[in-house]
């Protein structure tokens, strides 16, 4: 049975046309603008190995920070109803790409590297249990077809 569907909606503008279109490799550039109604727009670019823009996002940063805002918002719900009380939460993802000889590529793994400090006394060992939860339910991690693993430090103020 399908539960409740939800529909997002973006709109991906290609910058890169130097002058002469895509009439050679090295003649367009990268840069793209991600937009939504109602919010900010993303500067994006390719990865700058692909002839992209350093400054600006890549396909592939956003993919590693969709798993880590998307595990983050998770966990925060659960330690919110299971009496942890986080007070900050920074992490510091990392996702691992392999590229073939003939130019595909594919991610083989992102970690997720929360460090959570939560008041104290409010259950260390729940707090990091609740990771596993945050995993489960992801809906950027239950849709990618590689791993992604989480080491998470808990920190007690």
């Not at 919110?80 to 590529?105: C, L």
Request: hydrophobic share 35%; with cysteine.
């Amino acid at each position: 049975m399908a539960g409740k569907q939800h529909e997002y909606r973006v709109t991906v503008t290609w910058q890169g046309n130097l002058g002469t279109g895509t009439s050679g490799y090295r003649e367009y550039g990268r840069d793209h603008v991600i937009s939504a109604d109602g919010k900010p727009d993303i500067p994006g670019s390719s990865d700058p190995a692909f002839r992209g823009d350093a400054a600006r996002w890549n396909p592939e940063d956003l993919l590693v920070a969709s798993l880590s805002a998307c595990h983050k918002l998770w966990y925060l719900h659960f330690c919110s109803v299971s009496g942890v009380i986080v007070i900050a939460y920074e992490d510091h993802a990392e996702g691992t790409m392999v590229m073939d000889e003939d130019g595909a590529g594919r991610f083989t793994e992102v970690v997720l590297k929360p460090r959570v400090t939560i008041k104290a006394g409010t259950y260390p060992q729940i707090a990091a249990e609740l990771h596993d939860e945050a995993h489960e339910k992801c809906f950027i991690a239950n849709s990618v077809n590689f791993p992604v693993r989480c080491e998470p430090v808990i920190i007690e103020e």
